[in-house]
């Protein structure tokens, strides 16, 4: 397993973060005895870095991470977890107050039974609470010892600078990570989201790397997914993220690539994603022993670059504006500059 730095923070994590939503979850998930096993194997191949979050199994996921963990070295470990999702029925229960940030936090510490949070992210925006209030509530956390480090997920870009910058004015928390849909078949953070990301010092934490299992060839050749699989039973919202045409085109060129480099299509997927250093670690969820083994090959695997790029080219994003007036106007503009612009835009 190797390790990185979580985006610009001094905190090492594995490469491969062992993500924990199939945990305790009835209808695509594994029951407490899997999970523990696959906790065990994710340790004992030298990960570090687990995600949770209060809302996974209704709260069932940190409590069984907490189990799993009990007799291990606290210290050893890297453990995230995830407040906004409601809690309870009530008004409160849910979003980015102060009062439901610190209510949240204590829940999380007691289901997981540790004394500190190492990551604590905010799961998503909240419209109606000031971002001031949120990240004050944040650094009020990291002050009295219960989160060491703060993270965003499933923001904007220009919500992510906001909240940064906020951070930064009060002078204190450091926004150190976002964690995004991000895998081959959907590159939309590649837009906006990580060149900010880039800019601030975030390291990005993908979750859904394997494109909720497509990526790993599974699906080849079905019209329709098989009801029992996690395609079938969540059709309202994996279709239309990834059943499309150009996805199945692209698996196939991950296959032919894992073929020539003789790893698995998932090794390959999830090791593109780590050819960016933009990219801390993608989050592998796994619902059995056998999923996590396999996928933790990429810990210490890096695809050869001709083949990165050739999947990268393979189902091309499509940036529109900006990007293609400043990829037009920017050479030009700055062609007296001996050195390319910093930060997100870089010259062709
Ligand atoms: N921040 C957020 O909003 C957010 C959202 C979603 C997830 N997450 C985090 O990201 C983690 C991963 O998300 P995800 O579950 O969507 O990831 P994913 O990589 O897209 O899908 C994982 C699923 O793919 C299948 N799979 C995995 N490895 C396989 C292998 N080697 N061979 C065949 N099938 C395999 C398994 O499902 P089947 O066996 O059932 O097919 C597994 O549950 C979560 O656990 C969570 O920590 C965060």
Redesign the pocket.
Known sequence: MKYRYLGSSGLLVSRICL????FGNPD?GCDEETARAIVTAFLDSGGTFI???DMYSGGASEEILGRAIADRNRHDLVIAT?CWFPTGSGPNARGLSRKHIHEACDASLERLGVDYIDLYQI?GPDPGTPIDETMEALGALVDSGRVRYVGC??LYAWQIVKAAMTGEQMGGPRLVSA?H?Y?LVRRDVEREILPACDDLGLGMIC???????ML?G?YRGQSKPDPD??FGRNIGIYLSRYWWEEAFALVEEVVKAAGEVDR?P?TVALSWLLGDRRVTAP??????VE?IK??LEAGDYDLPMEIRERLTAAMPLRHGYPKDWIDNSLPNTFRHAEFEPRHSVKLP
């Open positions: 993500g924990t939503m199939t695509w995600d949770t979050a995830k799961h997920s499933n964690q849909l895998n979750w859904s790397p394997l494109a909720s299992g790993t599974k699989s996690r698995t998932a989050i592998v969820g796994a619902r059995t999923q396999a996928n």
